[in-house]
């Protein structure tokens, strides 16, 4: 019997030792001389960045005094449009009233069909006064004819020259309006796209520099993995130490997911929704509390939300001398919590909720390697590439019901 309980003894510790090796951990190690010389590059880079960024808001008044002359031009082309439009719709009303009117000077007095009525009418008179009177008339209605004719010819071509306008104002237009719209699109799309990779350039120089001079701090060796050297000041640092992880946890108690983790370049973690709006959120394992923030990101590029005040919780765990870390984001309130304190799977760190950029309620979980704030070893640009997918660890069915 107590040979049977050994050998079940050596298979546990066995299976958890491979357990432990097959989680997804990060195990390359970075010593602090090769994290403070990335810091050093990526910090130069910011700075890069930053100094593009204010060029390019150097230059965003003149691109906004071009792009208010332009809407001057288009506002100015508009109103032409609108003039010469009602020229030609005046003008078309002009032609059709002269037509009439000469139709119906022919018609009245019979003359349309050619210079014999003219001489009929005219040789017709009774008398010579008579005689002279038709000659009178005819010559005038000869005279104000040919004068309609012309005017009605006049109006046809300033009708036609007016409609070849009109087209060439409206291809103005139109090229002014793209013009318009390239402008808007180029004021801030160098800004944007160096923004978008970055909580701010100031806080991420903020955190690499205090990353470096937390593990300076600590006494680490220019050559030592420095999260062998935070576990091993930890471990000789009582109260400071962070238990060993022994099981992971779903943070809520019951709900099912909205959106899945997709990695690197899309949802870095999972997010998950309760019928219970303000469901109590607890961590996934057992830990340290890391951080306890707002998150401080501009209105363009905000990692957890898009007005900056999304209440955000980081735990660190423990897991056989490597750590992982857990974010939890959009929380309506914090728990009885502070930083430093160790936490377990039954500790309440929050509520769900909406915070930050978020439609509605629900929780925003990511788990990584690292993470970008003091002590947390890495970089924003590595913190990303870093994420774990949080199934990886607990069990996520489409809906459940206990933790």
Known sequence: MMKLQKICSV?????????????PLDTKAKTIQQFEEEVEKYTKQLQEKQDKIAKNDAEVAQIKTKIASIEKQIKDATEEIDALQKEIDESNQEIERKSKESKKIMEYYQ??????????????????????????VVEQLTEYNDKLMKELEELIRKNEKQQVDLKKKQEELAKMQEELESEKERINADSKSIRETMPSVEQQIKSAKENVQYYKNLGCGQTEDIQACQFRYEQSHPGSSIPSTNGFYRPIEYGSISQWYSGYGGHLGIDMISSNRSIAIYPVASGQVFQIQYDSCSSNNCSYGCNGKAKVVKIRHNIGGRYIYSTYAHLSQFGPIQVGQLV?????????GSTGCSTGAHLHLEMTTCDWNEGGGCLWRDYQKRTINPTSYINFPSRWNNR
């Open 11 to 23: 298979f546990l510790i066995l299976l958890l030792f491979v357990s432990f090796f097959a989680l």
């Open 111 to 136: 003359i349309s069909n050619g210079d014999n009525i003219y001489l009929e009418y005219a040789f017709g008179a009774t008398s010579i006064t008579d005689m002279i009177y038709r000659l009178s």
């Open 344 to 352: 377990t799977p039954y500790t309440l760190i929050g509520y769900m």
